[in-house]
């Protein structure tokens, strides 16, 4: 099931180049699906939302279980630091804090029915993690750069709209998007410059690790390809908010957003196409309006060109 994102990639090329360059795909579809645009935007029901944190919270607590367990692997050692991004105990905290079930929260409906009825995807990603934990470690750290890199990439941009969307603007709830700058010893508080300077640390952590084995290389370049891929599954997991009575085709365009990750409007077309056949409709009567006092043709089109200029250049 492994997405073959490598085949056309120098091996000789760093951990982290090779990661970003042969990703670059999988992020676009998983950056482009309909469960990503839902969540980035706030607009999950808020049951769904906790119901997709409970899936994470199980997602990591198998990923950071297995990097405990390996942590003096020479591939992982050098990116192994649980104090700055183990994000388990934060989304646990989360969950608790939105069900108002404080530590009792596994009782609760919403996670017994989701674990007596997992989504496949689910499934498959957490018994794929305790795989690799069992038999084949070295690949860890591609399901780790795919989730800790994205959660320092997009994290903030993500925790204004859910901010704002669940209530939550006096923070509580939300510390799975807070890291520690690099070096401290308290949760949280990290700005934007420290984490890239988290990333950075982690780029140089995953060269270090994977140094020029290419084999390594390879195995967790494609290992990285899976992660996406079931990142997007756990994704398409997600049930559509019920606030949205619109058909697949404005869903579709509304997760249309930048490579900055600023979300684009989705009426933006709609208004183009709009400001479009106005143009056209105002040509067609002043070209009745000239030719009726007797413009000729040529100056019709001098005119024309001339009245489409501001036009073209905005
Ligand atoms: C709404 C969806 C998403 C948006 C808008 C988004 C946006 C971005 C942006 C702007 C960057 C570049 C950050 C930088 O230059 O430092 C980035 C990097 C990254 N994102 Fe996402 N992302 C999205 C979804 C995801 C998902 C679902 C994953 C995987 C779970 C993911 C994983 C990553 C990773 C691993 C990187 C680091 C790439 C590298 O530099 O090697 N992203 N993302």
Known sequence: MATDSSPALDLSQPMATLLRLGTA????????SKGAAWLTRGELDRDEYIRFLMMLYHVYSALERALDRHAAHPVLAPTYNPALLARAPSLAADIAFLLQASSDWQAHPLHTELLAHPPPTFAQYVARLDELAEADPA?????????????????????????????????????????????????????????????????????????????????????????????????????PPTSLSTPDSVAVTSVESTKAGQLRDPHEAVYRQFSVLSLIAA??????????????????????????KPWLSS
């Open 283 to 308: 040509l067609i009567l002043a070209h009745y309006f000239l030719a009726s006092r007797g413009m000729s043709v040529e100056d019709c089109l001098v005119w024309r060109v001339e009245a489409l």
């Open 25 to 32: 795909q999988a992020h676009e579809k998983a950056e482009h």
């Open 139 to 239: 690949p860890l750290l591609a399901h780790a750069y795919v989730r800790y890199l994205g959660d320092l990439s997009g994290g903030q941009f993500i925790r204004r709209r859910l901010a704002k969307a669940y209530g939550l603007e006096d923070g509580r709830g939300l510390s799975f998007y807070d890291f520690a700058p690099l070096g401290a010893a308290n949760a949280g508080g990290a700005t934007i410059g420290d984490m890239k300077k988290i990333k950075e640390w982690y780029r140089d952590g995953m060269n270090a690790g994977a140094g020029d084995n290419a084999a390594a290389k390879d195995a967790i370049l494609r290992e990285a390809g899976l992660a996406f891929d079931l990142n997007t599954g756990l994704f398409d997991t997600l049930r």
